[in-house]
Protein backbone atom coordinates (compact mmCIF):
# COMPACT_ATOMS: atom_id res chain seq x y z
CA UNK A 1 0.00 0.00 0.00
CA UNK A 2 2.75 2.57 0.61
CA UNK A 3 4.57 1.74 -2.59
CA UNK A 4 1.27 2.49 -4.49
CA UNK A 5 1.10 5.40 -2.16
CA UNK A 6 4.08 6.42 -3.38
CA UNK A 7 3.55 6.07 -7.27
CA UNK A 8 0.71 7.81 -7.05
CA UNK A 9 2.31 11.16 -5.53
CA UNK A 10 4.68 10.50 -7.95
CA UNK A 11 2.16 10.37 -11.29
CA UNK A 12 1.37 13.81 -9.38
CA UNK A 13 4.14 15.14 -9.76
CA UNK A 14 5.13 14.39 -13.10
CA UNK A 15 1.36 15.96 -13.73
CA UNK A 16 1.72 18.84 -11.72
CA UNK A 17 5.53 19.53 -13.91
CA UNK A 18 4.38 18.85 -17.01
CA UNK A 19 1.42 21.21 -16.54
CA UNK A 20 4.05 24.07 -15.48
CA UNK A 21 6.00 23.35 -18.26
CA UNK A 22 3.06 23.73 -21.08
CA UNK A 23 1.94 26.71 -18.91
CA UNK A 24 5.56 28.41 -19.21
CA UNK A 25 5.14 27.53 -23.40
CA UNK A 26 1.76 28.85 -24.09
CA UNK A 27 2.78 32.28 -21.60
CA UNK A 28 5.94 32.03 -23.74
CA UNK A 29 3.51 31.60 -26.99
CA UNK A 30 1.82 34.64 -26.32
CA UNK A 31 4.38 36.95 -25.62
CA UNK A 32 3.60 40.14 -28.16
CA UNK A 33 6.53 41.58 -30.37
CA UNK A 34 7.54 44.75 -29.57
CA UNK A 35 6.69 46.54 -32.87
CA UNK A 36 3.24 45.52 -33.78
CA UNK A 37 1.23 47.60 -35.73
CA UNK A 38 -1.91 48.37 -36.56
CA UNK A 39 -4.57 50.00 -38.69
CA UNK A 40 -3.40 48.70 -41.56
CA UNK A 41 -2.61 51.67 -44.43
CA UNK A 42 -2.02 55.36 -43.16
CA UNK A 43 -5.02 57.47 -43.33
CA UNK A 44 -3.59 60.17 -45.76
CA UNK A 45 -1.30 57.53 -48.06
CA UNK A 46 2.41 56.56 -47.63
CA UNK A 47 4.04 58.72 -44.91
CA UNK A 48 7.90 59.46 -44.19
CA UNK A 49 8.99 57.86 -40.70
CA UNK A 50 11.85 59.24 -38.97
CA UNK A 51 13.81 56.61 -37.00
CA UNK A 52 15.56 57.29 -33.70
CA UNK A 53 18.05 55.14 -31.87
CA UNK A 54 18.95 55.09 -28.28
CA UNK A 55 21.14 52.52 -27.02
CA UNK A 56 20.37 52.19 -23.05
CA UNK A 57 22.83 49.76 -22.84
CA UNK A 58 24.56 47.25 -24.44
CA UNK A 59 24.14 43.68 -22.15
CA UNK A 60 26.84 41.12 -23.59
CA UNK A 61 28.80 40.20 -26.74
CA UNK A 62 29.30 36.55 -27.21
CA UNK A 63 31.94 36.14 -30.00
CA UNK A 64 31.89 32.36 -29.23
CA UNK A 65 27.95 31.97 -30.81
CA UNK A 66 28.19 35.46 -32.44
CA UNK A 67 25.11 37.31 -30.40
CA UNK A 68 24.78 40.16 -28.65
CA UNK A 69 21.77 41.58 -26.00
CA UNK A 70 21.45 44.88 -25.90
CA UNK A 71 18.36 47.01 -24.76
CA UNK A 72 17.49 49.57 -27.76
CA UNK A 73 15.06 52.35 -27.35
CA UNK A 74 13.56 52.58 -30.79
CA UNK A 75 11.83 56.17 -32.15
CA UNK A 76 9.07 56.52 -34.23
CA UNK A 77 7.64 59.84 -35.87
CA UNK A 78 5.87 60.94 -38.73
CA UNK A 79 2.90 63.01 -39.64
CA UNK A 80 -0.68 61.86 -39.15
CA UNK A 81 -3.83 64.53 -39.44
CA UNK A 82 -6.44 62.06 -37.99
CA UNK A 83 -4.38 60.27 -35.25
CA UNK A 84 -5.58 62.64 -33.04
CA UNK A 85 -9.27 62.47 -33.25
CA UNK A 86 -8.98 58.58 -33.85
CA UNK A 87 -7.24 58.46 -30.23
CA UNK A 88 -9.95 60.80 -28.86
CA UNK A 89 -12.95 58.60 -30.09
CA UNK A 90 -11.50 55.48 -28.78
CA UNK A 91 -10.97 57.25 -25.55
CA UNK A 92 -13.85 58.78 -24.92
CA UNK A 93 -15.76 55.38 -26.63
CA UNK A 94 -13.99 53.37 -23.72
CA UNK A 95 -14.67 56.07 -21.06
CA UNK A 96 -18.37 56.43 -21.55
CA UNK A 97 -18.78 52.48 -21.52
CA UNK A 98 -19.87 52.35 -25.08
CA UNK A 99 -16.30 50.59 -25.83
CA UNK A 100 -15.92 46.84 -23.54
CA UNK A 101 -11.76 47.15 -23.71
CA UNK A 102 -9.36 48.92 -24.93
CA UNK A 103 -6.87 46.80 -27.49
CA UNK A 104 -3.76 49.34 -27.39
CA UNK A 105 -3.17 52.32 -24.30
CA UNK A 106 -1.47 54.94 -25.51
CA UNK A 107 1.36 53.89 -22.89
CA UNK A 108 2.40 50.49 -20.93
CA UNK A 109 2.40 52.43 -17.74
CA UNK A 110 -0.75 53.92 -17.95
CA UNK A 111 -4.24 53.01 -17.06
CA UNK A 112 -7.28 54.13 -19.50
CA UNK A 113 -9.51 53.14 -16.86
CA UNK A 114 -8.52 55.76 -14.52
CA UNK A 115 -10.28 59.32 -15.55
CA UNK A 116 -13.47 56.59 -15.94
CA UNK A 117 -14.01 56.06 -12.47
CA UNK A 118 -14.50 59.97 -11.68
CA UNK A 119 -17.01 60.48 -14.30
CA UNK A 120 -16.81 62.59 -17.34
CA UNK A 121 -16.11 65.96 -17.98
CA UNK A 122 -14.54 65.89 -14.23
CA UNK A 123 -11.15 64.21 -13.67
CA UNK A 124 -9.81 64.83 -10.19
CA UNK A 125 -6.03 64.65 -10.05
CA UNK A 126 -5.67 65.33 -13.71
CA UNK A 127 -4.25 68.80 -14.57
CA UNK A 128 -6.72 70.83 -17.24
CA UNK A 129 -4.91 70.26 -20.68
CA UNK A 130 -4.00 66.82 -20.07
CA UNK A 131 -7.28 64.73 -20.61
CA UNK A 132 -5.98 62.89 -23.26
CA UNK A 133 -2.20 62.54 -21.95
CA UNK A 134 -1.04 58.78 -23.13
CA UNK A 135 -0.88 57.27 -19.90
CA UNK A 136 -4.79 57.65 -19.37
CA UNK A 137 -5.70 57.55 -23.39
CA UNK A 138 -6.07 54.45 -25.75
CA UNK A 139 -4.59 54.58 -29.33
CA UNK A 140 -7.07 52.22 -30.95
CA UNK A 141 -7.56 53.40 -34.57
CA UNK A 142 -4.19 55.24 -34.80
CA UNK A 143 -2.23 54.24 -37.49
CA UNK A 144 1.60 52.15 -36.76
CA UNK A 145 3.71 50.93 -38.54
CA UNK A 146 3.93 46.83 -38.35
CA UNK A 147 7.51 45.87 -38.33
CA UNK A 148 9.72 42.53 -36.95
CA UNK A 149 13.21 42.04 -36.89
CA UNK A 150 14.60 39.72 -38.71
CA UNK A 151 18.18 38.48 -36.88
CA UNK A 152 16.49 38.18 -33.16
CA UNK A 153 17.22 35.09 -31.39
CA UNK A 154 15.12 35.22 -28.16
CA UNK A 155 13.16 38.10 -26.33
CA UNK A 156 13.91 37.25 -22.74
CA UNK A 157 11.62 35.83 -21.20
CA UNK A 158 10.30 38.28 -18.15
CA UNK A 159 11.50 41.39 -20.20
CA UNK A 160 10.68 44.41 -19.53
CA UNK A 161 8.82 46.53 -22.69
CA UNK A 162 7.67 49.97 -22.29
CA UNK A 163 6.20 52.03 -24.80
CA UNK A 164 4.72 55.31 -25.47
CA UNK A 165 2.44 56.82 -28.42
CA UNK A 166 2.53 60.63 -28.52
CA UNK A 167 -0.13 62.65 -30.54
CA UNK A 168 -0.60 66.16 -30.97
CA UNK A 169 -3.41 67.64 -31.90
CA UNK A 170 -1.30 69.65 -35.10
CA UNK A 171 -1.41 66.13 -37.09
CA UNK A 172 2.01 64.41 -35.37
CA UNK A 173 2.29 60.93 -34.12
CA UNK A 174 5.35 59.98 -32.23
CA UNK A 175 5.49 55.54 -31.08
CA UNK A 176 8.54 54.63 -28.60
CA UNK A 177 9.43 51.61 -27.33
CA UNK A 178 12.24 50.09 -25.66
CA UNK A 179 13.65 46.55 -27.03
CA UNK A 180 15.47 44.13 -25.19
CA UNK A 181 16.34 41.09 -27.29
CA UNK A 182 19.82 38.61 -28.19
CA UNK A 183 20.20 38.87 -31.73
CA UNK A 184 22.73 36.85 -34.37
CA UNK A 185 25.03 38.75 -36.56
CA UNK A 186 28.00 37.74 -38.51
CA UNK A 187 31.22 38.89 -37.02
CA UNK A 188 34.89 39.80 -38.35
CA UNK A 189 37.68 38.25 -36.10
CA UNK A 190 40.30 38.53 -38.47
CA UNK A 191 42.14 41.48 -36.17
CA UNK A 192 41.69 39.68 -33.09
CA UNK A 193 41.58 41.67 -30.83
CA UNK A 194 42.43 44.98 -32.18
CA UNK A 195 38.83 43.63 -33.98
CA UNK A 196 36.01 46.28 -34.52
CA UNK A 197 32.66 44.73 -34.94
CA UNK A 198 29.35 46.21 -36.28
CA UNK A 199 26.18 44.93 -34.49
CA UNK A 200 23.28 44.72 -36.85
CA UNK A 201 19.57 44.97 -35.88
CA UNK A 202 17.95 44.32 -39.07
CA UNK A 203 14.18 45.70 -39.88
CA UNK A 204 11.89 43.40 -42.15
CA UNK A 205 10.83 45.61 -44.97
CA UNK A 206 7.44 47.57 -45.89
CA UNK A 207 5.13 48.68 -48.60
CA UNK A 208 6.01 51.81 -50.11
CA UNK A 209 2.13 51.72 -50.26
CA UNK A 210 2.58 52.44 -46.32
CA UNK A 211 5.73 54.10 -45.75
CA UNK A 212 7.91 56.17 -48.28
CA UNK A 213 11.33 55.84 -46.72
CA UNK A 214 12.88 55.75 -43.34
CA UNK A 215 14.96 58.91 -41.98
CA UNK A 216 17.37 58.42 -39.84
CA UNK A 217 17.18 60.65 -36.68
CA UNK A 218 18.81 61.20 -33.32
CA UNK A 219 21.03 58.82 -31.90
CA UNK A 220 22.62 58.03 -28.69
CA UNK A 221 25.27 55.55 -27.16
CA UNK A 222 24.42 55.62 -23.74
CA UNK A 223 20.69 56.43 -22.31
CA UNK A 224 19.01 56.84 -18.79
CA UNK A 225 21.20 54.50 -17.24
CA UNK A 226 24.14 57.24 -15.93
CA UNK A 227 27.38 56.12 -14.29
CA UNK A 228 31.03 55.94 -14.79
CA UNK A 229 33.13 52.79 -16.51
CA UNK A 230 32.63 50.32 -19.05
CA UNK A 231 29.17 49.45 -19.99
CA UNK A 232 29.87 46.09 -20.73
CA UNK A 233 32.55 43.56 -20.39
CA UNK A 234 35.43 43.62 -23.00
CA UNK A 235 34.15 46.14 -25.59
CA UNK A 236 33.68 49.70 -25.99
CA UNK A 237 30.71 51.17 -27.71
CA UNK A 238 31.78 53.88 -30.85
CA UNK A 239 28.77 54.83 -32.27
CA UNK A 240 25.06 53.85 -32.82
CA UNK A 241 23.49 55.01 -36.29
CA UNK A 242 20.15 54.04 -38.34
CA UNK A 243 20.90 52.99 -42.16
CA UNK A 244 17.74 52.98 -44.23
CA UNK A 245 17.19 50.00 -47.30
CA UNK A 246 15.69 50.13 -50.38
CA UNK A 247 15.60 47.26 -53.01
CA UNK A 248 13.40 45.77 -54.44
CA UNK A 249 11.73 41.98 -53.51
CA UNK A 250 13.07 40.54 -56.31
CA UNK A 251 16.33 41.34 -56.33
CA UNK A 252 16.68 40.62 -52.88
CA UNK A 253 15.10 36.91 -53.67
CA UNK A 254 17.59 37.01 -56.65
CA UNK A 255 20.89 37.67 -53.95
CA UNK A 256 19.80 34.66 -51.77
CA UNK A 257 18.65 32.38 -53.92
CA UNK A 258 21.62 32.97 -56.46
CA UNK A 259 24.16 33.62 -54.17
CA UNK A 260 23.74 30.63 -51.30
CA UNK A 261 21.28 28.09 -53.17
CA UNK A 262 19.76 27.41 -56.37
CA UNK A 263 16.97 28.14 -58.69
CA UNK A 264 13.57 26.34 -58.97
CA UNK A 265 13.36 23.26 -60.50
CA UNK A 266 11.96 23.22 -64.44
CA UNK A 267 8.69 20.33 -62.89
CA UNK A 268 7.77 23.58 -59.82
CA UNK A 269 4.31 24.79 -61.35
CA UNK A 270 4.98 28.18 -59.71
CA UNK A 271 8.60 28.77 -58.51
CA UNK A 272 9.70 31.27 -56.47
CA UNK A 273 12.62 32.05 -59.66
CA UNK A 274 12.65 30.74 -62.39
CA UNK A 275 14.78 27.99 -63.54
CA UNK A 276 18.20 29.15 -65.50
CA UNK A 277 17.69 27.73 -69.25
CA UNK A 278 19.90 28.25 -72.22
CA UNK A 279 17.79 30.93 -73.91
CA UNK A 280 17.18 33.25 -70.62
CA UNK A 281 19.45 35.83 -70.76
CA UNK A 282 17.48 38.42 -68.13
CA UNK A 283 16.99 36.63 -64.89
CA UNK A 284 12.86 36.42 -64.40
CA UNK A 285 11.34 35.92 -61.00
CA UNK A 286 7.66 34.08 -60.18
CA UNK A 287 7.25 36.63 -57.66
CA UNK A 288 3.74 38.62 -58.79
CA UNK A 289 4.01 42.37 -59.72
CA UNK A 290 1.72 43.31 -56.98
CA UNK A 291 4.70 42.20 -54.34
CA UNK A 292 7.80 43.45 -57.07
CA UNK A 293 7.69 46.56 -55.37
CA UNK A 294 10.70 48.86 -54.17
CA UNK A 295 10.73 47.77 -50.49
CA UNK A 296 11.64 50.08 -47.60
CA UNK A 297 13.45 49.39 -44.55
CA UNK A 298 16.22 50.40 -42.19
CA UNK A 299 18.47 48.42 -39.62
CA UNK A 300 20.46 49.90 -36.31
CA UNK A 301 24.24 49.54 -36.20
CA UNK A 302 26.44 49.06 -33.17
CA UNK A 303 29.83 50.33 -34.01
CA UNK A 304 31.91 48.40 -31.43
CA UNK A 305 35.77 47.41 -30.44
CA UNK A 306 37.22 45.30 -28.33
CA UNK A 307 39.53 46.45 -25.04
CA UNK A 308 42.09 45.19 -26.07
CA UNK A 309 44.44 45.89 -23.57
CA UNK A 310 43.36 42.83 -21.56
CA UNK A 311 44.23 40.17 -24.36
CA UNK A 312 48.08 42.24 -24.75
CA UNK A 313 48.42 42.15 -21.19
CA UNK A 314 47.17 38.49 -20.36
CA UNK A 315 48.51 36.47 -23.87
CA UNK A 316 50.66 38.33 -26.15
CA UNK A 317 53.12 39.81 -23.34
CA UNK A 318 53.60 36.30 -21.36
CA UNK A 319 54.16 34.99 -24.28
CA UNK A 320 56.67 37.60 -25.77
CA UNK A 321 58.47 37.17 -23.02
CA UNK A 322 58.71 32.81 -23.55
CA UNK A 323 60.01 34.21 -26.81
CA UNK A 324 62.70 36.60 -24.94
CA UNK A 325 63.52 33.70 -22.61
CA UNK A 326 64.47 31.28 -25.51
CA UNK A 327 66.71 33.94 -26.83
CA UNK A 328 69.47 33.21 -23.70
CA UNK A 329 70.10 29.59 -25.70
CA UNK A 330 71.77 31.52 -28.23
CA UNK A 331 74.27 33.23 -25.98
CA UNK A 332 75.16 29.63 -24.20
CA UNK A 333 78.29 28.10 -25.27
CA UNK A 334 77.76 25.83 -28.22
CA UNK A 335 79.01 22.97 -26.74
CA UNK A 336 76.15 22.70 -23.78
CA UNK A 337 73.96 20.50 -25.84
CA UNK A 338 72.17 19.52 -22.68
CA UNK A 339 71.66 22.95 -21.20
CA UNK A 340 70.40 24.49 -24.30
CA UNK A 341 68.15 21.56 -25.30
CA UNK A 342 66.67 21.43 -21.73
CA UNK A 343 66.18 25.60 -21.88
CA UNK A 344 64.18 25.00 -25.36
CA UNK A 345 62.11 22.17 -24.66
CA UNK A 346 61.24 23.50 -21.41
CA UNK A 347 60.05 27.26 -22.73
CA UNK A 348 58.21 24.97 -25.81
CA UNK A 349 55.74 22.93 -22.95
CA UNK A 350 55.40 26.04 -21.46
CA UNK A 351 54.35 28.42 -24.45
CA UNK A 352 51.87 24.74 -25.00
CA UNK A 353 50.28 25.11 -21.71
CA UNK A 354 49.78 28.91 -21.82
CA UNK A 355 47.90 28.47 -24.91
CA UNK A 356 45.64 25.72 -23.67
CA UNK A 357 45.06 27.85 -21.31
CA UNK A 358 43.67 31.09 -23.57
CA UNK A 359 42.37 29.01 -25.93
CA UNK A 360 38.97 29.53 -24.91
CA UNK A 361 39.00 33.06 -24.50
CA UNK A 362 39.01 33.27 -28.33
CA UNK A 363 36.50 33.44 -30.85
CA UNK A 364 36.66 30.20 -33.11
CA UNK A 365 36.17 31.24 -36.79
CA UNK A 366 37.37 29.41 -40.14
CA UNK A 367 40.06 31.45 -40.74
CA UNK A 368 43.37 32.68 -38.47
CA UNK A 369 42.69 35.37 -35.83
CA UNK A 370 45.55 38.08 -35.54
CA UNK A 371 46.58 36.72 -32.49
CA UNK A 372 46.57 32.50 -33.78
CA UNK A 373 49.02 34.33 -36.33
CA UNK A 374 51.12 35.62 -33.32
CA UNK A 375 51.23 32.71 -31.57
CA UNK A 376 52.59 30.52 -34.68
CA UNK A 377 55.13 32.76 -34.89
CA UNK A 378 56.21 32.47 -31.50
CA UNK A 379 56.08 28.72 -31.26
CA UNK A 380 58.37 28.81 -34.75
CA UNK A 381 60.61 31.06 -32.90
CA UNK A 382 61.04 28.91 -29.70
CA UNK A 383 61.35 25.91 -32.06
CA UNK A 384 64.01 26.98 -34.46
CA UNK A 385 66.27 26.77 -31.26
CA UNK A 386 66.48 23.01 -31.23
CA UNK A 387 67.73 22.28 -34.80
CA UNK A 388 70.20 25.32 -34.71
CA UNK A 389 71.66 23.95 -31.03
CA UNK A 390 72.03 20.62 -32.77
CA UNK A 391 73.80 22.18 -35.75
CA UNK A 392 76.24 24.17 -33.79
CA UNK A 393 77.56 21.46 -31.19
CA UNK A 394 77.95 19.58 -34.32
CA UNK A 395 80.23 22.73 -35.56
CA UNK A 396 82.00 22.98 -32.39
CA UNK A 397 82.99 19.32 -32.31
CA UNK A 398 84.04 19.10 -35.36
CA UNK A 399 86.43 21.96 -35.12
CA UNK A 400 87.45 20.76 -32.11
CA UNK A 401 88.67 17.52 -33.80
CA UNK A 402 90.27 19.44 -36.79
CA UNK A 403 92.55 21.39 -34.46
CA UNK A 404 93.22 18.64 -32.06
CA UNK A 405 97.11 18.17 -33.98
CA UNK A 406 97.55 21.49 -34.26
CA UNK A 407 97.18 21.88 -30.60
CA UNK A 408 99.36 18.98 -29.53
CA UNK A 409 101.93 20.19 -32.34
CA UNK A 410 102.11 23.74 -30.52
CA UNK A 411 102.05 21.59 -27.16
CA UNK A 412 104.89 19.54 -28.33
CA UNK A 413 106.87 22.81 -29.77
CA UNK A 414 106.47 24.10 -26.59
CA UNK A 415 107.51 21.22 -24.75
CA UNK A 416 111.06 21.02 -27.12
CA UNK A 417 111.52 24.39 -26.42
CA UNK A 418 111.44 23.56 -22.30
CA UNK A 419 113.79 20.93 -23.16
CA UNK A 420 116.16 22.57 -25.03
CA UNK A 421 116.33 25.75 -23.26
CA UNK A 422 116.93 23.22 -20.04
CA UNK A 423 119.77 21.56 -22.00
CA UNK A 424 121.84 24.91 -22.68
CA UNK A 425 121.99 25.70 -19.45
CA UNK A 426 119.80 28.66 -20.01
CA UNK A 427 117.43 29.91 -17.71
CA UNK A 428 113.84 29.48 -19.43
CA UNK A 429 112.32 32.59 -20.50
CA UNK A 430 108.97 33.40 -19.19
CA UNK A 431 108.30 35.84 -21.86
CA UNK A 432 108.12 32.88 -24.49
CA UNK A 433 106.20 30.33 -21.92
CA UNK A 434 103.80 32.79 -21.95
CA UNK A 435 103.18 33.73 -25.65
CA UNK A 436 103.03 30.34 -26.72
CA UNK A 437 100.33 29.70 -24.22
CA UNK A 438 98.37 32.39 -25.21
CA UNK A 439 98.77 31.41 -29.06
CA UNK A 440 97.73 27.85 -28.21
CA UNK A 441 94.43 29.13 -25.97
CA UNK A 442 93.89 31.47 -29.03
CA UNK A 443 93.98 29.48 -31.50
CA UNK A 444 92.26 26.51 -29.62
CA UNK A 445 88.86 29.55 -28.91
CA UNK A 446 89.02 30.67 -32.73
CA UNK A 447 89.17 27.52 -34.11
CA UNK A 448 86.37 26.19 -31.58
CA UNK A 449 84.20 28.91 -31.28
CA UNK A 450 83.93 31.04 -34.60
CA UNK A 451 81.73 29.19 -37.17
CA UNK A 452 79.22 28.13 -34.24
CA UNK A 453 79.56 31.78 -32.96
CA UNK A 454 78.47 33.94 -36.11
CA UNK A 455 75.38 31.21 -36.64
CA UNK A 456 74.23 32.09 -33.44
CA UNK A 457 74.67 35.33 -33.68
CA UNK A 458 72.60 35.72 -36.90
CA UNK A 459 70.04 33.21 -35.37
CA UNK A 460 69.87 35.94 -32.57
CA UNK A 461 69.30 38.40 -34.54
CA UNK A 462 67.29 37.07 -37.02
CA UNK A 463 64.40 35.79 -34.03
CA UNK A 464 64.43 38.79 -32.71
CA UNK A 465 63.68 41.03 -36.07
CA UNK A 466 61.23 38.09 -36.86
CA UNK A 467 59.04 38.39 -33.87
CA UNK A 468 59.33 42.15 -33.30
CA UNK A 469 58.22 42.55 -37.40
CA UNK A 470 55.76 40.02 -37.06
CA UNK A 471 54.08 41.20 -34.37
CA UNK A 472 53.96 44.58 -35.26
CA UNK A 473 52.37 43.80 -38.93
CA UNK A 474 49.96 40.80 -38.00
CA UNK A 475 48.37 43.61 -35.44
CA UNK A 476 48.42 46.45 -37.89
CA UNK A 477 46.27 44.31 -40.11
CA UNK A 478 48.83 43.24 -42.78
Not at 69 to 79: G, K
Not at 303 to 312: E, S
Not at 323 to 351: E, G, H, K, Q
Amino acid sequence: RAEREMVMMTKKACLVLLTLALAMCQVRSQMKPPLGGQAGFPPNGPVTVHVSSLLERLLAVDDQNYRFECILYVYFSWPDSTAWSRMKESTDAFRNGSKETCNRNCASHGEVGIPRTYGIPSFPGVPKGLEYAPEISCCDGVWLPSLTQLNVYELPEGRLQPYEIRISDSGSVAWWTAIHATYFTPMNFQRFPLDEQKLVVQFSFTSPLMVKEFVPSTTATRFLVRGEGDVVSGWAVDSIGVEPRNFSVRSEIAHWVDGYGERAAESDTYPLILPDTANQTIVQYAVPDEVSFNAVSFNVVIHIHRLWRYYLLNIIVPIFLLVVLSMVCYIMPATSLDARLALSITLFLSLTALQLVVNDQLPRSSYPTAITKIVLVYYISVAVAIPETVVVYFLANKAKREQAPVVKGLEGLKSAIKQSTKGEGAEESPELQSNLSIALKTLQRKKIEKIPFMIDMFSLLAVAVTVVLSTVLILCGY
